[in-house]
């Protein structure tokens, strides 16, 4: 598996399950785990759930796409494939945007 780096070039996933320290503050996940690395959360913990909208402002499809890595990841990293509580986990934090008629 390759990495997967946000916007603030944290990589979150490396090669051989193994995640990058990053840097402090960052909330990085801990792999194969999936845990925060400063927090001790599920990843993505509360505050990394901050930073990225703060990262991604109003580029909810770059979002959407960085976390649908990130799920990939993690699914294969805890053999949970088509796992709703992954989907919820990843996704399910995500301010609805109101429907255009």
């Not at 996933?13 to 990085?28: I, Q, T």
Request: with cysteine; net charge neutral.
């Amino acid at each position: 598996m390759t990495g997967v780096t946000d916007r603030s070039g944290v990589t979150v996933a490396e090669a051989g399950g193994a995640a990058s320290p990053g840097r402090v503050g960052e909330h990085a996940p801990v792999t194969p785990e999936w845990t925060c690395g400063t927090c001790g959360a599920e990843w993505p913990c509360a505050r990394k759930r901050e930073q990225l909208l703060t990262e991604y402002g109003v580029d909810r499809p770059m979002l959407s796409v960085y976390l649908g890595a990130c799920l990939a990841a993690a699914a294969e990293d805890l053999h949970l494939a088509g796992s709703t509580s992954l989907q919820d986990r990843f996704f399910g934090w995500l301010p609805r945007r109101p429907r255009r008629h």
